[in-house]
């Protein structure tokens, strides 16, 4: 079972979801993309020379290890995908 997110409202996340100045909406981009580098960080390879796993936490705000935040991650874009 997955634990509930926790989300900080200040986060840049949220605040690019919500921007639709662009035809691309920057916060589902990064999501997917976040969602990609932390299943390959789970397994032992770090996605590029300098990405951290702070920046993911920072970003999207939320805590918790690797595997926590895989599957937050995961749960947020099947929220986010079943509401559109």
């Not at 390959?40 to 390879?45: A, E, H, N, Q, T």
């Not at 290890?65 to 929220?79: M, P, R």
Request: hydrophobic share 30%.
């Amino acid at each position: 079972m997955n634990k509930p997110i926790d989300i900080n409202a200040d986060c840049k996340f949220l605040k690019d979801l919500e921007d639709n100045s662009s035809n691309v909406n920057v916060g589902m981009y990064n999501l997917i993309c976040s969602k990609r580098d932390l299943k390959l960080y789970c397994k032992g390879i770090k996605p590029h020379r300098r990405w951290k796993i702070s920046s993911v936490k920072e970003y999207f705000g939320i805590s918790g290890n690797k595997q926590d935040l895989s599957s937050k991650l995961d749960l947020l874009y099947k929220i986010l995908t079943e509401r559109s």
